[in-house]
């Protein structure tokens, strides 16, 4: 099982605030039932199957052109571990028992 977060980034829409445009991206994932998600301050974290995951991602990148963007930029950073399974709160359990 893949970890992974995006940030997506609209360019050119005339002003400094994207909130209206990350709860658009947002919105695709309320019905979305093949993978874990949880919005961040600045990113989306998703646990489930790699292909599946950026599949949403790619839906969430259109989204902003959509919605007037006229650039968007959109990062991704994903932790695909396959020697054990891995999830968002192992990831945090496992730091936690450390401190």
Do not use: W
């Not at 309320?30 to 199957?49: C, H, I, N, S, W």
């Not at 969430?60 to 020697?83: C, L, W, Y």
Request: charged letters at 30%; hydrophobic letters at 40%; aromatic letters at 4%.
């Amino acid at each position: 099982m893949a970890i992974a977060q995006v940030t997506i980034v609209p360019v050119g829409t005339g002003s400094t605030s994207v909130s209206r445009y990350v709860a658009n991206c947002h919105k695709i994932l309320q019905d979305e039932k093949r993978v874990k998600y949880e919005l961040t301050p600045m990113a989306t974290v998703f646990e489930g199957d790699l292909d599946v995951i950026l599949e949403v991602m790619r839906k969430m990148h259109e989204i902003p052109f959509q919605n007037g963007a006229k650039r968007v930029i959109t990062s991704i950073s994903i932790d695909d571990r396959r020697d054990k399974d891995a999830s968002m709160s192992q990831k945090l359990n496992s730091v936690k028992e450390k401190l």
